[in-house]
């Protein structure tokens, strides 16, 4: 993919600036968006030598005029956005028009996604996902550890692949804690370590309880796929969480190898599914 200029809308989490350093050895220009509220100051001190904007979520117009200044050919989205209410969205005309059609149809993270893709995209710039430029961050089919989930735990896994697929129709969450059949947890708007910590508080005795995360039937693939960290890993042992499944090819992996590193540290399963 031969990209001129990229545009880099940064969230939360470590995947911007691990992409900044890649991008940096490709020799690829960038322009980085950061959004007020999302963006984590330390993180956003790395981008100081960069052409830089910074946006309050809702400001879609500022972010396209930016993009255009600085000559940008695509754009990526990465790293969490936690979704404030209707009310605290700061609207420009473009991020009115957004809103205006969201109003016709389900107002989930994934289906407003959409809408903001379509319409930078109606500007004239390609929008990429992560996966476009590193392959090899998805995680891969199988089991990635030294343990492996018990007979009890794949059935758990099975369930709650089976959760998330329904769940998925009406765009909530892409993670469930399941143990022994019962569903302890589903993700909402608190993110996936506060809902693993959460389940670790409703887990009952026997076979410990498993995480499932996997993205939403027809998800939109370039912006929002499921994300799992070592922090990840540690938030599950410490929530006392037999292991994590995974959607294989579908699931970004931050620093997989420092993952996998310590989940056989912690005793803790990875799988792709």
């Known amino acids: 993919m031969k990209i001129k200029h990229l545009g880099l809308i940064a969230g939360r989490g470590d995947l911007p600036s691990n992409l900044l350093n890649v991008l940096e050895e490709k020799k690829i220009g960038i322009s980085v968006v950061c959004i007020e509220g999302q ?16 946006v309050q979520l809702g400001q879609v117009g500022k972010v396209i005029n930016f993009f255009k200044e600085q000559e940008v050919t695509h ?45 930078i995209e109606k500007e004239g710039f390609n929008v990429i996902g992560l996966q476009d430029l590193l392959p090899d961050v998805l995680g891969k089919l199988g089991c990635l550890t030294k343990k492996k989930p018990s007979e009890v735990q794949m059935q758990d896994i099975e369930h709650g692949w089976k959760i998330l697929d329904d769940l998925s129709l009406l765009d909530i969450g892409q993670v469930v804690a399941v143990q022994q059949g019962l569903t302890l947890a589903v993700e909402a708007i608190e993110g996936t370590d506060a ?5 670790g508080t409703l887990k009952k005795k026997g076979s410990a309880p498993v995480i499932v995360k996997r993205p939403k ?17 540690i ?28 989940a056989n540290e912690l005793g803790l399963f990875l799988l792709g599914k």
């Open 39 to 54: 963006t984590p100051d330390a993180m956003a001190n790395m981008y100081t030598s960069l052409p830089t904007c910074w």
């Open 75 to 119: 754009i990526i989205m990465i790293g969490g956005i936690q979704r404030p209410s209707w009310d605290e969205l700061k609207l420009d005309s473009h991020g009115l028009k957004v809103m205006a059609k969201a109003a016709f149809s389900p107002k989930g993270d994934d289906a407003i996604l959409r809408l903001v893709i379509k319409e």
């Open 195 to 199: 809902m693993i910590l959460r389940a």
């Open 217 to 233: 039937k027809n998800q939109e693939k370039r912006a929002d796929l499921p994300t799992l960290g070592v922090e990840t890993i």
């Open 235 to 262: 938030k599950a042992y410490k929530a006392d969480i037999a292991g994590i499944a995974y959607e294989a090819n579908a699931t970004i992996l931050v620093n997989q190898i420092e993952m996998v590193k310590k």
